[in-house]
């Protein structure tokens, strides 16, 4: 679609948004996209329309500056506190989203970091201590904790795509308040975000 075409839409929905609403940019992440996602955030912020970018923020500084010039609030998916985890887990180093995420914090641009907890991976209590140090080093006071699923496990089945973490039963293995409450301590408002159903 062309721009105009997507501001026809977000537009004409204006009414439905009520006081706090507006466009919210998520995955696909924009940064994939960079040239048109900050083209509509600019046209959206020229509208008085409220701009959200969920993103992993892994990116170039160059992109990522053009992406949160027109951007309300910033959701940065940070997926582990340790590099080289975060590597093995991904495939890329975090230093770039740090970076980043430092940027939009210089820039005052509000930002709640969201965290998707894996059992095995990221769900334990030193984990969770780890996170708030991370955080409160890069002076994010805000975070939404993300409890991992299985809700997309039924498409790597019909895709036959091997699932890396089909093992992880989190509902039983994880308890969300303690972790809450460790991040907490460091002086970090934590949301637990609403459990996902399978579609």
């Known amino acids: 679609m062309e721009l105009d075409e997507v501001m026809e839409i977000i537009l004409e929905d204006r009414d439905n948004y009520g006081a706090g609403g507006g466009v919210t940019l998520s995955g696909g992440d924009?940064?994939?996209?960079?040239?048109f996602a900050a083209a509509l955030l600019k046209k959206c912020r020229e509208n008085s329309i409220h701009?959200?970018?969920e993103t992993s923020a892994c990116s170039t500084p160059l992109v990522f500056s053009r992406l949160i010039a027109h951007t309300d609030l910033l959701m940065i998916d940070l997926k582990h506190y340790d590099e080289k985890k975060h590597v093995q887990f991904t495939g890329v180093s975090n230093r770039s989203i740090l970076d980043n995420l430092d940027f939009a914090m210089a820039m005052k641009?509000?930002?709640?970091?969201?965290?998707?907890?894996?059992p095995g991976i990221n769900a334990a209590q030193t984990d969770a201590w780890n996170f708030g140090?991370?955080?409160?080093e890069h002076q994010v006071n805000k975070a939404e904790l993300l409890l991992?699923?299985?809700?997309g496990q039924k498409k790597y089945?019909?895709?036959?795509?091997?699932?890396?973490?089909?093992e992880a039963n989190s509902?039983?293995?994880v308890n969300l308040e303690e972790y809450k409450s460790t991040i907490e301590s460091f002086g970090v408002q934590v949301r637990i975000s609403p459990m996902k159903t399978e579609q």
Request: no cysteine.
């Open 171 to 173: 509902a039983s293995q």
């Open 133 to 136: 140090k991370l955080l409160a």
């Open 109 to 118: 641009i509000p930002v709640i970091a969201r965290l998707v907890i894996i």
């Open 30 to 35: 924009a940064v994939l996209q960079p040239d």
């Open 148 to 151: 991992f699923d299985q809700v």
């Open 51 to 53: 701009t959200i970018l």
């Open 157 to 166: 089945e019909v895709f036959h795509i091997p699932e890396a973490l089909k």
